[in-house]
């Protein structure tokens, strides 16, 4: 299996930033076990149902990274309102 480089992350990771990257080659994964984490992430309902052992090696240390980004993106939040109007 292939290890992942740079442009494997890049082309499927959202908001990836080079320490982020770094961290994801850092592990040694290859694209399957990205795909795998990316999996656990979207949906581990399915995974659950299918008698799937948990997440662990490397696939949870990148679902562990890849969690983060998403905490990092939802504390954006949602757009304040618009200050009310005197009429």
């Known amino acids: 299996m292939r290890r992942l480089s740079r442009d494997d992350i ?12 770094a961290q994801i080659i850092g592990t040694g994964a290859t694209v399957d076990e990205l795909a795998e984490a990316q999996a656990w992430l979207a949906n581990d309902e399915p995974m659950i149902n299918d008698l799937r052992p948990l997440a662990h090696g490397r696939v949870r240390e990148l679902v562990d990274i890849l969690s983060e980004i998403d905490e990092d993106g939802d504390e954006d939040g949602p757009a304040p309102s618009p200050a009310p109007t005197e009429n």
């Open 10 to 21: 890049v082309k499927t990771v959202d908001r990836a930033d080079d320490v982020t990257i």
